[in-house]
């Protein structure tokens, strides 16, 4: 336990060494986030009736999604992985004391976790101190609080759970590229990060909320929006829960199966 | 016409060399494909659920949509190696380039086309012949030809974008993430006319940086929504931003000092 936790350690401070690049990646996240209401908010006056959530609830949902855009974005991916499996250069990895699975893992937690630490602040408390239905609307109870802390644990495992599943598919086509592209963009769209999933059409919308990728960003966003309530906090949580061991089995499976009939290439 | 005999050997030779790995060229086009399909579907649900938003109907957002994707990729075609100039400046490069005789941005232009961006091409055709064909504007010549001045203001805008990203390396030497808030955003959210973003953003995108004038006025003149025959002209003036980019890029070239290496 103890080598993955000095291996979080070094990622992560790793990460915290990129502030200029937080600093303009804050600047684009801020002008997204005021697009994205502004965009809403001209639906909104379209026709009111026909906003599935609340409009606090929708800006909650737009600041959050930015802050923490870093923890949820599918679409990064750590091309120095993808490039160790292609030219062979896992070889190395495989020959320390771990397990690859584990150590890839902690090593895209820690990434993502130090690219949001630096980020999410600003952006919060910014967004905290714009005017009411723009702003970001804080939950009075604390216990929406737990659980959104909790459910977005979930949510990040589940998406890094997810990318190792990526990471190991590598191994039985060695072109990640088209993968890669395929897979990004379906997972961006069901995740919700285009729009909310409540905006879909309902007959879609209960399809997607059936996936994986809702349990990712969806779950505590719109629980700490006041979007979820009652007993669909619990239902949602266990099925982050579902999804959760369903692809870390995967991805442990495919890693299995993949170092036992690994060949590497070259010399 | 030299020059332009040039610039279609380069392109062919960079089609040449994409299509020495077929399976790669075809995935990424089609990944190309994909990820802007989200967007639409991000507007084709939007706009189920909404109907209408600003005066505008589903298929004059879409003409809008098709419009400013159109003139993004086409300018991301032809302009791909300023966005990653602080590679060409990094490498050394760019200091070969200034050394042969020939225009040096024109050279720089021709160092990479980006014939992959042809994916998301693709969509926005469809969708501009989709949103022509169901819209009710009475289609005549000249209302044609506008949509393609709009489509060649946007490239133009683009290109300008783009121009000044670059000329922001000669001083910085590397890349500022910042700028693709023009860039990348403008193609996120010029999906909607820009008037439905508010006053604010309407403004920014008029006097500072001309989105709107090759977009959101031309298409209220477009659909009808404003008599204001003057519209019509503005994409023409949007591509006048290209002025003040290229002497900015002199003024770079000028002082422009190798990165040493």
Known sequence: MRKYWSFFRIRF???????????????TQFVWGAMEILLFRAFYEASPESFPMTFEALSTYVWLQQAFLA????????????????TGDVAYELCRPVRLYDMWFVRGLAVRLSKAVLRCMPILIFSWFLPAPYGLTLPG??????????SMTLGLLLIVAFGMIVYMSVFYTV????????????????????????????????????????????????????????????????????????????????????????????? | MNIVRLY??????????????????????????????????????????????????????????????????????????????????????????????????????????????????LQAVVMLVYGILSSSINWTPLRCLLVALMIL????VFGAIYLIFACLCFFTLEGLEFMNVFTDGARE??????????????????????????????????????????????PLFSALFLIPAFLLWKFGLEHYQSTGS
């Open chain 1, 13 to 27: 401070i790793r990460g915290l060494q990129y502030r200029a690049a937080a600093l303009s990646g804050m600047v």
């Open chain 1, 71 to 86: 923890l949820y974005m599918v679409w990064f991916w750590e091309s120095e992985l993808f490039n160790s499996i292609t």
């Open chain 1, 141 to 150: 109870d604390m216990k929406i609080w737990a659980m959104t802390l909790l």
């Open chain 1, 175 to 267: 072109s990640p590229q088209g993968i890669k592209l395929f897979v990004t963009s379906m997972a961006e769209f069901l995740s919700g990060s285009v729009i909310p999933i409540p905006f879909m059409p309902d007959h879609v919308k209960r399809i997607v909320e059936f996936l994986p990728f809702a349990s990712a960003q969806n779950v505590p966003f719109r629980i700490f929006s006041g979007d979820i309530t009652g007993p669909d906090v619990y239902s949602s949580m266990a099925k982050q829960v579902f999804w959760l061991f369903v692809f870390i089995l995967i991805g442990r499976i495919l890693e299995k199966r993949a170092l036992r009939q690994i060949v590497i290439q070259g010399g």
């Open chain 2, 8 to 121: 279609v050997s380069f392109i062919l030779m960079h089609l040449k060399s994409m299509m020495q790995h077929k399976v790669s060229f075809f995935m990424t086009l089609i990944g190309q494909f994909l990820i802007s399909f989200n967007i639409f579907l991000g507007v084709y649900f939007m706009m189920t659920r909404f109907h209408e938003v600003n005066g505008f109907s589903y298929s004059e957002v879409l003409l809008c949509f098709s419009i400013t994707l159109m003139a993004f990729t086409l300018a991301e075609t032809i302009f791909r190696s300023l966005d990653t100039f602080e590679s060409i400046i990094g490498n050394g490069e760019f200091d070969r380039i200034l050394l042969r005789p020939k225009n040096s941005l024109f050279l720089v232009l021709c160092s990479k086309i980006d014939l992959t961006r042809f994916g998301r091409l």
């Open chain 2, 153 to 156: 203001g946007g490239v133009c």
């Open chain 2, 189 to 234: 959210y010029g999906k909607y006319p820009i008037g439905i973003y508010g006053k604010t953003v309407l403004f920014i995108c008029t006097y500072l940086v001309p989105f709107a004038l090759f977009q959101y006025y031309p298409l209220l003149y477009l659909t009808g929504k404003s008599d204001n025959a003057w519209y019509s002209l503005l």
